[in-house]
């Protein structure tokens, strides 16, 4: 199910890349672990349209939410927490050229999001 939802959004011709981080990008998370899934955007992508898709998986979701970027955070059908975290491909890359050419800290987020995608 989850794979089948990556590529209904992969097949936006706003989507760059998808990456799965937190506990299921790695070997330490359980069945019921969330899923923590980000989204690269070369533009937005409207509400409506990722409600449509996410309707196709979830059970409960919160479409736009926003505390530090652009969020869905949703239920699936199978109960387990999935948060898709939407990103400008264009911040990415400003963000890594301040951290890895500028040698600029970013209040502890350093290297996380370089580390998320590359």
């Known amino acids: 199910m989850i794979q089948d939802l990556y590529k209904e959004f992969s097949q936006l011709e ?4 998808i ?21 690269y955007l070369n533009s937005p992508i409207d509400e409506k349209t990722r ?7 979830c059970s409960y979701m919160e479409i736009g939410n926003q505390f530090w970027e652009l969020e869905d955070d949703c239920v699936l059908n199978n109960s387990i927490e999935i948060e898709l975290i939407y990103r400008s491909m264009e911040s ?13 800290a970013q209040n502890a987020y350093t290297t996380c999001m370089w580390h998320n995608l590359l």
């Open 14 to 17: 706003q989507v760059e890349a």
């Open 92 to 104: 990415f890359e400003q963000e890594l050229n301040s951290t890895v050419f500028q040698h600029k």
């Open 51 to 57: 409600q449509i898709i996410l309707s196709n998986y």
């Open 19 to 39: 990456a799965l981080g937190g506990s299921r990008a790695g070997q330490d998370y359980d069945q019921n672990s969330d899923y923590d899934v980000y989204v």
